[in-house]
């Protein structure tokens, strides 16, 4: 298994462009979830999904779009990049069900000018 | 929604020391505690969890406590190494992988 993988590692975004950044799971967990990482704080959730079809706002959600069409991928949008959107985005997911562990990606570092 | 306070911000110990983190929640439905250790520039990981129906787990040198008549949990860390050195995150979370963070921990392990 590949685990939970995101692309690009890297990117760098100009104010106003938008861009998709990419999740994929191949371990069939329901459960996916977008987080993004500021300097010096904790994670905080964006978007998460229970499920193909489904998905939900968390606590920063302003200026990303998700969907899941299937269950392995759950992309992150951002629909016209600001500079305070500069940070690294975590996507994660878990099993629905007792077991709550959540598995993370590698992480997506992004700079927007 | 969840709010979830972490502390120390940073703590630096010598080797073979104990460490202590604390987390306080708000939201009494809260039923998964996980901690996470984070190296710089990499993914958190896991180390060790708790439900709230346990009050304590411990695997080898790591030990977390969950009160929750007070919503407080805590990370223990004994005969810390200077490989323990990294971010501490804690996290508390209801139901279907949403985690509300706290704002980590910075240990320093001295040799």
């Known amino acids: 298994n590949a685990g939970v993988t995101q692309t690009p590692k890297f990117q760098v975004l100009k104010t106003g462009q938008s861009m998709t950044l990419q999740c994929a799971q191949d371990?069939?967990?329901?459960?996916m979830s977008w987080y993004r990482q500021d300097p010096g704080m904790g994670l905080r959730l964006i978007h998460y999904s229970v499920g193909a079809g489904i998905t939900d706002q968390g606590e920063v959600p302003n200026g990303y779009n998700v969907s899941r069409s299937t269950t392995e991928d759950f992309p992150l949008r951002l629909l016209s990049a600001a500079p305070s959107q500069t940070s690294v985005y975590f996507c994660?997911?878990?099993?629905?069900?007792?077991?709550?562990?959540?598995?993370f990606g590698p992480g997506t570092r992004l700079t927007v000018t | 929604g969840e709010n979830v306070e972490q502390h120390p911000s940073t703590l630096s110990v010598q080797e073979g020391d104990s460490a202590v983190i604390k987390c306080t929640y708000s939201?009494?439905?809260?039923?998964?505690f996980p901690w996470y250790k984070q190296e710089l520039g990499k993914r958190p990981q896991l180390i060790i969890d708790?439900?709230?129906?346990?009050g304590e787990k411990k695997d080898q040198r790591i030990a977390v406590t969950l009160n929750k008549t007070a919503k407080h949990f805590s990370l223990h860390i004994t005969e810390t190494q200077p490989e323990d050195s990294a971010v501490y995150f804690c996290?508390?979370?209801?139901?279907?992988?949403?985690?509300?963070f706290g704002q980590g921990t910075i240990l320093t392990v001295h040799p």
């Open positions: 939201d009494s439905a809260s039923n998964y």
């Open positions: 708790i439900r709230s129906n346990v």
């Open positions: 996290a508390a979370s209801t139901s279907y992988g949403k985690l509300t």
């Open positions: 371990m069939n967990h329901e459960y």
């Open positions: 994660a997911s878990r099993l629905a069900d007792t077991s709550y562990e959540q598995y």
